[in-house]
Nanobody
Framework: QVQVVESGGGLVQPGGSLRLSCAAS????????MGWYRQAPGTQRDLVAS???????DYVDSVKGRFTISRDNAKNTVYLQMNNLKPEDTAVYYC?????????????WGQGTQVTVSS
């Protein structure tokens, strides 16, 4: 079992910044990829950003140029720097970590952290 724990959410005004952190306790496992999804009330959970163990990143178009994902492989920790936040970024942000067991990819999820962008 891998524990995934997020931190760093909160309330911020439009145009402000927040930094989310996520640590995966993965003793004995190699984490392939980590990233963030978000889910606003009444909507589906959507991918925001992802990063592989080699550092390749991917972002949803709506956050490109504003959000930056980074990773510390030694600590199995991923960060999401969110700048120029907009009200539409309000959501619960969920971190995930992908590990490989034999030939199967297994995804572990965090509990989520609330991000609210409002004046």
């Amino acid at each position: 079992q891998v524990q995934v724990v997020e931190s760093g959410g909160g309330l911020v005004q439009p145009g402000g910044s927040l930094r989310l952190s996520c640590a995966a306790s993965a003793r004995g496992y190699s984490i392939k990829a980590m990233g963030w999804y978000r889910q606003a009330p009444g909507t589906q959970r959507d991918l925001v950003a992802s990063i592989t163990s080699s550092g390749s990143t991917d972002y949803v178009d709506s956050v490109k140029g504003r959000f930056t994902i980074s990773r510390d492989n030694a600590k199995n920790t991923v960060y999401l720097q969110m700048n120029n936040l907009k009200p539409e970024d309000t959501a619960v942000y969920y971190c995930y970590a992908v590990r490989r067991i034999l030939s199967v990819d297994v995804t572990d999820w965090g509990q989520g952290t609330q991000v609210t962008v409002s004046s």
